[in-house]
């Protein structure tokens, strides 16, 4: 599609947003923009809640909970079996990871770019025997293929990092990483959140195993969901040990006497969801297979060319990918201070956020080149 017909698109779905009646927003990394859609979802949560109580969960609740199941599997390319809810991205893990045997294979791979939580969990296994390596980054930005070749042997069970680093928008060539994993018999494990709804992500063709993400940032659903992907193969072989009544089978007979868990990925699902949140998600979701995570690459793509041209025009320095196509829609603007900075624009009406050293700017499909030139304009001066 055209830039100028994606722009008319971006005009088009703006209005459903209200944030953008009282400011700039280009924060989407850290807390997608809050629709009408789901703020609609909210007020039905309400009126069941108000009317029903706990007889919602029977005829409405569990409902919506497997409607997002479904539109997130669809989102990723993968079957509604292998997708589960979880409270967080740290709830996915504990859960899924359990699940793992680290009695032979004692070494994980990852890197000092990747979100903390994702390193700290298996740094927190190091009394079990695992050993975490963390590859350096050489130049801040990105770590090469050929430091994960040289750390990854017949030792590691794991290849645990991001699709996209939170800190510079860099994007990992996962399918990469998956031939290097599975050639050493070891796993991959991507941390999604950074890429889902604004990169294409077809995780059964890119043979990733295990998928964690989340509905907060680009998938528009606000906070409290997250998302888990594990391959169905492994699906028989990954018993969980921090398990829920949500990852049973049966779940309303109550029976403390017998484990069974569901022979899908909902095994891995952590007690009682957050509904609420299950009804914005639905909302957010709807919007992203509304338009297509192609149609918003290609426009969060042209965004993000447009801040980062804007910035450098002013001699503001950018931290990024070199190569356009490896440059997603999180734009690192650096500054000595990012934090007065942030409070600053905010001030000027302008939303965005802060990572260290940088001023981090996020556009989705709803924003402008307009949204751009206030941004790099109020912060140049």
Not at 212 to 233: D, F, I, M, P, Q
């Amino acid at each position: 599609m055209p830039d100028a017909d994606l722009y008319e698109l971006a005009e088009r779905y703006r209005s459903e947003f209200p944030i953008f009646r009282s400011a700039v927003y280009l924060n989407s990394c850290s807390l997608g923009a809050l629709s009408d859609r789901a703020r609609r979802g909210l007020q039905e949560y309400a009126d069941l809640w108000s009317r029903w109580g706990a007889s919602a969960w029977y005829d409405y609740w569990l409902e919506v909970a497997d409607a997002v199941r479904a539109s997130y599997a669809r989102i990723i390319g993968v079957k509604r079996s292998e997708a589960a809810l979880a409270p967080s991205i740290s709830g996915a893990l504990a859960s899924v990871c359990s699940a793992i045997d680290f009695s032979k294979r004692t070494r994980v791979v990852t890197t000092d770019l990747d979100f903390p939580t994702l390193v700290y969990h298996f740094l927190a296994k190091r009394a079990d025997g695992v050993e975490t390596v963390v590859l350096s980054s050489p130049d801040g930005i990105s770590v090469p293929l050929e430091a994960f070749t040289e750390a990854v042997d017949e030792r590691t069970a794991v290849i645990a990092t991001s699709h996209v680093y939170f800190t510079t928008g860099a994007i990992q060539d996962i399918a990469a990483l998956s031939r290097l994993a599975h050639e050493n018999g070891a796993l991959l494990l991507i941390d999604a959140y950074q890429s889902i709804g604004q990169v294409p992500v077809d995780a059964r063709a890119a043979g990733i195993d295990i998928l964690l993400s989340g509905g907060l940032k680009w998938l528009l659903g606000g906070t409290g969901l997250a998302y888990a992907y594990v391959r169905g193969e492994l699906l028989e072989r990954l018993e969980p040990t921090v398990v829920s009544w949500f990852g049973v089978e049966d779940q309303f007979d109550f029976d403390p006497r017998r484990l069974r868990l569901r022979g899908d990925a909902r095994r891995f699902e952590l007690g009682t969801p957050a509904v609420p949140t299950l009804y914005t998600a639905r909302a957010g979701l709807e919007l992203i297979e509304e338009i297509g995570v192609e149609r918003i690459r290609t426009r969060v793509a042209s965004l993000t060319e447009d801040l980062r041209d804007r910035a450098l025009a002013h001699g503001l320095r950018v931290r990024g990918a070199g190569e356009r196509e490896r440059r997603s829609g999180i734009v690192m603007v650096e500054h000595r201070d990012p934090a007065a900075a942030v409070k600053r624009l905010r001030d000027a009406g302008v939303i965005v956020d802060h990572r260290p050293g940088a001023v981090r700017m996020s556009p989705h499909f709803y924003n402008t080149t307009e949204d751009s030139a206030a941004a790099i304009e109020a912060m140049a001066v």
